[in-house]
């Protein structure tokens, strides 16, 4: 068995093509390359969607938290090798469950384990947890396609 690897903020930036606002993954604590990984979002209160969402009672939007496990996900997908013209899409959810909202000043704590892969789609068992509770989870389906294929 391989040893457990980490990323830092600079090699995620080399993995995603997401930039500030929409980069929702702030570090990766652990990679087994194929199988699982975990990583975290610092939630601040100067995330811009915290303007709006609400301005009462800051809560993190439910589909943001699906997108920071989305690229979670394509980090574990991108963690051996990553084709420059590649592009990764999110194709699917299924069971998405939110138990716990998240607010500013938490930390996400996200992990995906690879459940399936087969010509370019990948199937994910995804949560979000936020001091050791489940605050979502959910199976996702991404695709990896070659741009201008």
Same mark, same amino acid.
Do not use: W
């Given at each position: 068995?391989?040893?457990?690897?980490?990323?830092?903020?600079?090699?995620?930036?080399?993995?995603?093509? @997401?930039?500030?606002? $929409?980069?929702?993954?702030?570090? +990766? /604590?652990? %990679? !087994?390359?194929?199988?699982?990984?975990? &990583? #975290?979002?610092?939630?601040?209160?100067?995330?811009?969607?915290?303007?709006? @969402?609400?301005?009462? $009672?800051?809560?993190?939007?439910? +589909? /943001?938290? %699906? !997108?920071?496990?989305?690229?979670?996900? &394509? #980090?574990?997908?991108?963690?051996?090798?990553?084709?420059?013209?590649?592009?990764?899409?999110?194709?699917?959810?299924?069971?998405?469950?939110?138990?716990?909202?998240?607010?500013?000043?938490?930390?996400?704590?996200?992990?995906?384990?690879?459940?399936?892969?087969?010509?370019?789609?990948?199937?994910?068992?995804?949560?979000?947890?936020?001091?050791?509770?489940?605050?979502?989870?959910?199976?996702?389906?991404?695709?990896?396609?070659?741009?201008?294929?």
């Amino acid at each position: 068995m391989s040893k457990p690897i980490a990323i830092d903020i600079n090699q995620i930036l080399k993995l995603l093509p @997401h930039r500030y606002p $929409f980069l929702l993954v702030d570090r +990766v /604590l652990e %990679i !087994e390359p194929r199988q699982s990984i975990t &990583a #975290l979002k610092n939630v601040t209160m100067n995330e811009p969607f915290f303007q709006g @969402h609400f301005p009462d $009672f800051p809560v993190m939007p439910g +589909v /943001l938290i %699906i !997108e920071a496990l989305a690229q979670t996900a &394509a #980090l574990l997908t991108f963690s051996e090798v990553r084709e420059e013209n590649a592009v990764y899409y999110f194709a699917g959810i299924d069971g998405a469950r939110f138990k716990k909202p998240v607010l500013p000043g938490d930390q996400l704590i996200m992990t995906a384990k690879l459940e399936r892969e087969r010509a370019g789609i990948y199937k994910f068992q995804v949560q979000a947890t936020v001091d050791g509770e489940l605050a979502a989870e959910a199976n996702i389906t991404c695709a990896v396609r070659t741009k201008g294929a």
